[in-house]
């Protein structure tokens, strides 16, 4: 979201039948490691603009692109809980920071790590539970 909102015709207020749009925060709480620091911290966006390459994409479950392919960063694949209304599935880095130091818990938008189930999903390769890794890799 940009820091210099420009705005149309509005009303202050929440009021009538309208969508909200709410920041992303972290829902950390069940990790072991290092991320569990950020739970509730609200989740800064990135924009990843590569000079040069032509397309870009994400593969869950890896933490290596395949060949012909550059690695632009690595993390864990996340989502909205499974009982939300999920967005996407996105790739967070694997060293995730917070926005401006906020741990308010207001519970918009919220992040958490995707396990892979078995069924659908083969096991193996697949562990049932584990946490997905995810790779962003451009060309």
């Known amino acids: ?3 210099d909102p420009e705005w149309g015709i509005y009303t ?4 009538g039948d309208k969508a909200f749009l709410h920041g992303a925060e972290y829902e950390f709480s ?3 490691d290092s991320r569990k620091s950020l739970h509730n911290n609200d989740v800064p966006c990135a924009v990843c603009k590569v ?5 870009s994409m994400l593969l869950p479950a890896r933490k290596n692109c ?7 960063y690595e993390g864990y694949l996340m989502a909205e809980y499974r009982n939300h209304n999920r967005g996407k599935f996105i790739c967070v880095d694997e060293k995730p920071e917070g926005l401006y ?3 308010s818990n207001d519970n ?3 992040l958490y790590a995707v396990e892979g189930i078995c069924g659908s ?3 193996p390769p697949y562990v049932n539970g584990r946490e997905l890794t995810c790779v962003v890799c451009s060309m």
């Open 30 to 32: 069940t990790l072991t």
């Open 12 to 15: 202050d207020g929440t009021d």
């Open 108 to 110: 918009g938008y919220l």
């Open 121 to 123: 999903l083969p096991c």
């Open 1 to 3: 979201m940009p820091k």
């Open 66 to 72: 395949y060949d012909g392919w550059k690695k632009e």
């Open 51 to 55: 000079n040069g390459r032509s397309a």
């Open 101 to 103: 130091g906020s741990q």
